[in-house]
DNA sequence: CCGTATCCGTTGGGATACTG
DNA sequence: CAGTATCCCAACGGATACGG
């Protein structure tokens, strides 16, 4: 049964994950160890717009889950990587996703099943 | 890492579960044991409109994770049940909500650390 | 290379009023 | 009771161009 702090834990679940985009790029982001590159990152995510990206990696950014590491040698460079809470969101995420495969052929029926029934 | 499958399945969640309302919506109808009217749930989730509910509502009907039974007996009611496959997302949301909480406050803090680094 | 700025069509979602 | 219909505004997000 859902309390009250539950509610505001779904807020928050929400305000961070629930978006078109931050859960491919958390996803991209720990291909390569927790630490990707702006244009290795937008390049990895295939149909993400540079502003879309840069406006998630912020949000991500001001809430901790990924930091921002400049290096100004020589050619710029920046590097995003998740931070230790954002790593400990991968198990709870990665059992979604686990769900979601398991599941998609029966949403994909379900989803046929509710189509032709409105066309009778 | 991930594979071309689990963008398919981040996808197919974001499909799923990434808006406003569907988290808290799926937590009420759960609080009572998975079935739950119309009025009652709207009354039971904070600040949500009858537009945002029916529409939310239909989705989660159309994937499959919710049932709609209507009773004509007499007075209309209409019972949303949460069905076998919305179950078996409760497992995996729980782990996610209780992360939520157990993070809720390292969130704040990063929040709040980020403003007043702006603000310097 | 790493973004920000701008434009702009599309969608989300609240308020309100109305129907079976 | 259980919605649908309409209005309307704010936010999302893609495309493109520009700047450090």
Same mark, same amino acid.
């Given at each position: 049964?859902?309390? !009250?702090?539950?509610?505001?834990?779904?807020?928050?679940?929400?305000?961070?994950? =629930?978006?078109? $985009?931050?859960?491919?790029?958390?996803? =991209?982001? +720990? !291909?390569?160890? @927790?630490?990707?590159?702006?244009?290795? #990152?937008?390049?990895?995510? =295939?149909?993400?717009?540079?502003?879309?990206? =840069?406006? +998630?990696?912020?949000?991500? !950014?001001?809430? @901790?889950?990924?930091?921002?590491?400049?290096?100004?040698?020589?050619? #710029?460079?920046?590097?995003?990587?998740?931070?230790?809470?954002?790593?400990?969101?991968?198990?709870?995420?990665?059992?979604?996703?686990? $769900?979601?495969?398991?599941?998609?052929?029966?949403?994909?029926?379900?989803? !046929?099943? *509710?189509? *032709?029934?409105?066309?009778?």
């Amino acid at each position: 049964m859902a309390t !009250e702090q539950d509610f505001a834990a779904m807020r928050l679940l929400v305000d961070l994950l =629930a978006d078109k $985009w931050t859960l491919p790029i958390l996803g =991209a982001l +720990c !291909e390569n160890g @927790g630490r990707q590159r702006f244009n290795a #990152l937008k390049r990895g995510i =295939a149909g993400i717009s540079q502003k879309s990206l =840069a406006s +998630c990696l912020k949000r991500l !950014e001001f809430n @901790g889950l990924i930091e921002r590491i400049v290096a100004t040698k020589g050619q #710029l460079s920046v590097e995003y990587r998740v931070t230790a809470i954002g790593h400990s969101l991968e198990l709870p995420i990665n059992a979604l996703i686990l $769900w979601s495969n398991q599941n998609i052929d029966v949403i994909m029926a379900a989803r !046929e099943a *509710s189509r *032709s029934a409105t066309l009778t």
